[in-house]
């Protein structure tokens, strides 16, 4: 598969040239102090706002381009799994690189929260842990495997640093498990995990799986953020018994 030539200018230029003009907010009655701060934060990140003039569904889209600008796993053709793909910000870049947007490649979009349609992707409202979504998206996909699996899901934050740490390693082991089931041997894996020293179970699992396995941090991750993404690439094809 050849990458698409068009597709991936339209989603890089400029991410850095959004004015920077400092907006502050005022802390309303009844509007807690993290509210203000977070809105902003949110008002004020260049992400945001090149997001919001490009029309795409997320800053979170930026992560997924630096990273696939370096390492160049949605090529044209591609058959991509996009789990938690709520709003839709990865669905989107991987539907224009893998030409999904003009009928070449595939994107299955599958979350148990509703999203707003977009062209070039399939949606399934379904939660991707129960025991028949892998063979709806492997119909969806025309009886074939995926080429890449994509995670940014999160649990919803708690404050306790630790507790959240294990709260999304234990959305990544899963979805890496889920990955095995429907991703082609060759295959690429992509997950958000958090710093935390918990993760030397699943990098040792994934090292079983894949080839390649590295940590990525984007630019469009922000700098007090501990989140960091995993990318496993070359997927080696479990037995049958084990699937």
């Known amino acids: 598969m050849a990458r698409g030539k068009s597709s991936k200018g339209s989603s890089t230029r400029d991410h850095g040239a959004a004015r920077n003009l400092k907006v502050r907010v005022k802390t309303a009655r009844g509007r807690k102090l993290s509210s203000t701060r977070w809105l902003e934060r949110q008002l004020n990140d260049p992400y945001v706002v090149e997001a919001k003039r490009r029309g795409l569904r997320s800053r979170a889209a930026f992560k997924l381009i630096e990273i696939d600008d370096k390492y160049g796993f949605l090529v044209e053709d591609a058959k991509v799994v996009d789990l938690g793909a709520a709003p839709g910000g990865w669905s989107q870049i991987a539907a224009e690189r893998t030409g999904a947007d003009v009928g070449k490649g595939t994107v299955v979009a599958v979350d148990v929260t509703e999203m707003e349609p977009m062209p070039g992707v ?39 640093k630790r507790t959240d740490h294990l709260k999304i390693m234990a959305l990544c082991e899963v979805a890496l498990q889920f990955a095995g089931e429907v991703l082609q041997p060759g295959g690429a894996f992509l997950a958000k995990v958090l710093q935390g020293g918990a993760e030397h179970e699943l ?19 922000r700098q007090d953020s501990s989140e960091l993404y995993v990318l496993a690439t070359g997927f080696r094809k479990r037995s049958e018994e084990s699937v």
């Open 122 to 160: 399939q949606f399934m409202c379904a939660d991707f842990l129960d025991d028949e979504t892998p063979d709806r998206i492997r119909e969806i996909l025309g009886d074939a495997r995926a080429d890449v699996v994509l995670s940014d899901m999160a649990a919803p934050a708690s404050g306790h």
């Open 203 to 221: 990098l040792d699992a994934m090292k079983r799986e894949f080839e390649t396995v590295r940590h990525v941090k984007p630019k469009a991750s």
